[in-house]
């Protein structure tokens, strides 16, 4: 590895030192009110100087989450700064999920008439990396002009693929889906050009894993909670992007019962973790694979590029853990409950 590449992979590693640590979690758990939790962040964690001039009594939760979401695009945009034949490309990718993520904001609240939000929680950190037009979007009251605000951009050709049903509504869900899949396969195919050897395949195993698991996830809640028929799951499936065989991706969504395509996931060689990630619903999985897979990296692997990643996975977790926690003392739930939707 070269100088910078030893210098990007020791930054991230201390800045993983840096994270939240039990004891941590624990006293935030611990805390009665968000002040207080934003009190510890500020005066215990390394979140202290973004929050350095918060005033914890007038602190709003939304503007809170914007703060850290910020935060952490920020620490991931300094080691892409560093010499790395992918650093750029991983940059963009943190910028892709962003935007897609905002994207999926303004079609919920298009679904509920209420765009006029959109510019008020968009995230101004964006604005200088993103091909959003952040204020044609906002402008747009329709789906039609919400299309045309898009159209310069490469989800448009995913987006005018999508119609509204008679009741003005888009399938969120599934659009959703498609564009976060876009984003993978840019990624993918960045590895491909610009890596090669061993580091390729460590990044190209990280990736497919992870999207092994967000395919059983999405099948248990396509399952679960639409009750769509095999056929109308499968026509959401694509296994270009993961390890598992199609014909397997294919007995999960025949399945009968979700304990059917638990059993199908657990006898491929990835579904062994499952029994020892330990969580408390279905839709935990997925999270909890990903950290584990990032906690490992991060720690052994000698890939800048997958140190890299691992640290920015784990970051979003970090932060889900943070958003999470301040939600479930927000609404005054048992601790036991919020312990047990923290990963770590």
Not at 64 to 88: G, H, I, N, P
């Amino acid at each position: 590895m070269s100088a910078a590449s030893y210098a990007v992979s020791a930054k991230a590693r201390a800045k993983y030192g840096k994270f939240l640590t039990a004891r941590d979690y624990s006293n935030l758990i611990a805390c009665q009110s968000v002040a207080e939790v934003m009190v510890y962040l500020k005066s215990h964690t390394h979140y202290a100087s973004v929050l350095s001039d918060v005033n914890e009594r007038d602190v709003h939760r939304g503007w809170l989450e914007l703060k850290l979401r910020q935060y952490l695009f920020d620490e991931f945009d300094s080691l892409c700064r560093y010499d790395s034949s992918v650093s750029a490309g991983f940059s963009r990718y943190v910028v892709e999920k962003t935007e897609v993520e905002q994207i999926v904001r303004f079609m919920i609240l298009l679904n509920a008439n209420s765009t006029d939000k959109f510019i008020f929680q968009f995230p101004a950190f964006l604005s200088k990396h993103t091909v959003l037009d952040v204020y044609k979007l906002a402008n747009a009251r329709d789906y039609g002009e919400f299309l045309e605000a898009l159209k310069n951009t490469s989800y448009y050709d995913i987006l005018k693929q999508f119609k509204p049903d008679n009741k003005g509504r888009l399938a969120v869900s599934d659009i959703e889906h498609k564009l976060y899949e876009h984003v993978l396969a840019n990624m993918l195919e960045l590895i491909r050009k610009k890596t090669k050897g061993s580091e390729q395949r460590e990044l190209l195993t990280l990736f497919h894993t992870i999207n092994d698991y967000s395919i059983f996830s999405r099948i248990l809640r396509l399952k679960k909670y639409y009750n769509l028929s095999p056929e109308k799951i499968k026509a959401t499936m694509l296994s270009e992007y993961c390890s598992l065989s199609p014909r397997l991706i294919e007995r999960m969504c025949e399945a009968e019962s979700s304990a059917e395509v638990f059993n199908i996931m657990q006898s491929t060689g990835c579904g062994r973790m499952i029994s020892r990630i330990g969580y408390t619903h279905a839709s935990d999985i997925a999270p909890r694979v990903k950290y584990t897979l990032a906690k490992k990296r991060i720690r052994f692997s000698k890939s800048p590029a997958v140190v890299m990643i691992s640290f920015m996975l784990l970051s979003e977790t970090e932060l889900m853990n943070v958003i999470g926690l301040i939600e479930g003392i927000r609404y005054q739930h048992d601790p036991k409950t919020i312990q047990s939707l923290i990963i770590h």
